[in-house]
């Protein structure tokens, strides 16, 4: 019997581990967070490049320098950067005040950034902006958080995650 030509093949899921404002500070909620990660994204801030070390022990790293990642050390890693994951393209850029280009005109399905410690997630002109907040040190009264993309195909799931729940 001949093999069937219309096969239909299930996309790999993927799981993206989103990390942000570290600064020097890799939490074991937080490195807990990515495990099981196909990818890791760390938008900026990053305090100490052992952590990105520490990270790619999980998944391959993604990392833009933050406004605080100053020095010699930090002088590899660009500004932004993309990741293509299956099918979608991320953009990644520590502060979003700072984005130079339309995401959706130039087919990114996401945006990644940092910068504000503040976890957030919304859609706009059918691409995601994802803030996973801070997993460093506490700021404020704001949440120690990170988050997950998972990714099947185009179809996109952020999830934020608090790592440090008040009880």
Known sequence: ??????????????????????????????????????????????????????????APVTAVRG?????????????????QAGEILIYVIHDLNEIDLDPA?????VVVSGHSHKPSSRERDGVLYINPGSAGPRRFSLPIAAGILHVNGTAIEAELLDLLPTR
Not at 46 to 52: E, V
Not at 67 to 82: F, L, M, P, Q, W
């Open 105 to 109: 005109a130039a087919e990114f399905q």
């Open 1 to 58: 019997m001949p093999a069937s030509s219309g096969k239909h093949t299930k996309a790999r899921s993927l799981r993206i581990g989103l990390i942000s404002d570290t600064h020097g500070l890799l939490r074991p909620e937080a490195l807990q967070a990515m495990r099981g990660s196909d990818y890791i994204v760390h938008a900026g801030d990053i305090g100490d490049p052992a952590i990105l070390e520490q990270l790619a022990q999980i």
């Open 67 to 83: 406004n605080n990642d100053k020095g010699a050390e930090y002088a590899r890693i660009s500004e932004t950067d993309v990741l």
